[in-house]
Structure formats: structure tokens, C-alpha cells
């Protein structure tokens, strides 16, 4: 069993569904990578701060690639049991993404 929750969504995403949700990200960036920037771990808790970096180079969201860089931080929790994520939350800067995108303007 495997749930992700995603910030405004109703109900979690199963283990394809996220494994579909990731595949479109490598499809639309197709260098994306991850670095984890912070790790920390109590109980049956993992917490990890990511940045992610890559080139918009596929349809994301609906936005035509627009081959820009972008550079976006995360912060993820996860619960394990028996060594596996069973539940695992997180939050993506995704204005800042969009707005590195040019897709939606910057504050003035």
C-alpha cells in the first residue's frame, strides 16, 4: 500500500498513479535531477528538502516546452513501515516554477 497526498487534491495518489505523475515530469524535463538537501529521520518519519534543476523541454501542465532552466525546492515527509513508504506528503514551490517558466509574471 502507498498513498500520496499532493496539496489541494482530494484524494491521494496510488503507487502507479505517482509513478505516472513522475514519468510526466521526466517527459517534460528530461535532465531533471534531485539533490537532497536536508535528511532527517524519527521514529517512522523521513523528512528530506530537495531542489530539483532541468530544462523544460515537453509539454508540462499543458505549457508548451519553453526550454528554460529552472531550479525548484521541495520539502517531502514520508512514514515507512517495514522499511517502505507507505504515506508520503509533500510541497513543491510550484509558483516559482511557473513563474521561472514564464508562465505566470513575477511580482514587480
Do not use: C, N
Amino acid at each position: 500500500d502507498y498513498a500520496r497526498y499532493l496539496p489541494g487534491q482530494a484524494r491521494s495518489l496510488d503507487r502507479e498513479a505517482q509513478k505516472q505523475r513522475i514519468a510526466g515530469f521526466h517527459k517534460a524535463i528530461p535532465d531533471l535531477t534531485f539533490a537532497i538537501d536536508d535528511l532527517f529521520a524519527e521514529g517512522d518519519r523521513v523528512v528530506f528538502r530537495i531542489t530539483l534543476r532541468g530544462t523544460h523541454q515537453g509539454v508540462f501542465m499543458g505549457a508548451a516546452p519553453t526550454g528554460k532552466q529552472i531550479t525548484v525546492t521541495a520539502i517531502d515527509i514520508a512514514r515507512l513501515e517495514d522499511g517502505k513508504i507507505v504515506e508520503h506528503w509533500g510541497e513543491m514551490d510550484m509558483l516559482g516554477m511557473m513563474q521561472q517558466l514564464g508562465l505566470i509574471p513575477k511580482p514587480a
